[in-house]
């Protein structure tokens, strides 16, 4: 019964705000079936933990997947505890939801490849971003076009907060996949949650090669996220890299995507530096931007951080500038929010929505210090 409930709580999606909804997936979540084996869940205290842990599991998917919905929770993730300090219970709930999702449809996985797609849904919904819109289509059509290649995809996707790296990853699992995030070709990976523990690091060692090596078997195309990869510990490289390299073994064409702030501040000076000579934004390429945003990741501290050791070992296909929003930037963001919740705007509204959001620097007030990060929850206050 709970499993039912819990499906709901990831599945309803009604009020999230990114221009978006794909009309085939509207009902989805409305013919839930039971999971037909009670014997599935085997030992109470296993269940126990289940149910402990799966509201802050469900919690951290749902801000994955919408991340307007979870403002102001961003910050609580490295306090969090899991019952015993276990990966068990995650593992045995991450299956379920695969379990759950198999029973369901089998076409689960179902691979897309909709490049027409992705470059109208990235050109539409991803404000700002000429450069990492280029970027990727160029990468993606290239490595698709590719046919048995035997060199996994990475792309390292860099920028400020709320700038749009999520929402350009959950675009192209939507065009790629028939089932967007919930396919089955699909892990995510968030530091806090799956990997919290230090202490644990032999056991997400196993876990992380278990899981992504059961995903490739089973699809032909897996995609890999790994959420806020700064924070990933540089020890589960060791995981990672047969599957990162090229190997002939590999039977599957695999995609990661690295998302991180790292090197952040390389960009923004190149942006700044740009608006201050008085010249277009859009004039930017990634010429521009790749040194200093390559020099900011590898200053840091060297080997302590994954994206900048995943560079130094040359596993990087493309490094995927995102540009600081402006104001205009922001207020489009704002309008597809109205529009996503089927609200009428006007200017005004607009302006109200970005009028108390914080500008950078000081003196300009050019940049949106949090991206397009607070404008959801900000016109959800306005409608109350
Ligand atoms: C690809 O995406 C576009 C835009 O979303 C859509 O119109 C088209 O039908 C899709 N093509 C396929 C084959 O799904």
Redesign the pocket.
Known sequence: MWGTILFLVVFSSAGHCNGHSRPDNKDQHEEVPAVNNGAWFTGVPQMQDLTEVSWEYMQDLQCWLWPEKCEGDQHTHSSWDWPNAEWKPLQLLSDWYSRVIEDRDLTYGRI?N?????Q??LGRRVHGQHLAVGLILSSLEKFLREDGSKKPLTLSFHGWTGTGKNLAAKIIAE?LYKDGQKSLCIRVFIPQLHFPHLSHMEAYKAQLAKQITEVTLRCLQPLFVFDEADKIPVALLDSLLPFLRPAETHKSQSIFIFLSAMGANGINEVALNFWRAGRHREEITADDTDRPLKAAIKRKEGDMFLPSRLLQEGLIDAVVPFLPLERAHVKLCARDCFVARGLPYTETALQKVIQELLFVPKEEQLFSAKGCKLVAQRIYFMEL
Not at 114 to 118: C, F, H, Y
Request: no cysteine.
């Open positions: 897309t909709n490049l027409t797609g992705l109208w849904d065009n």
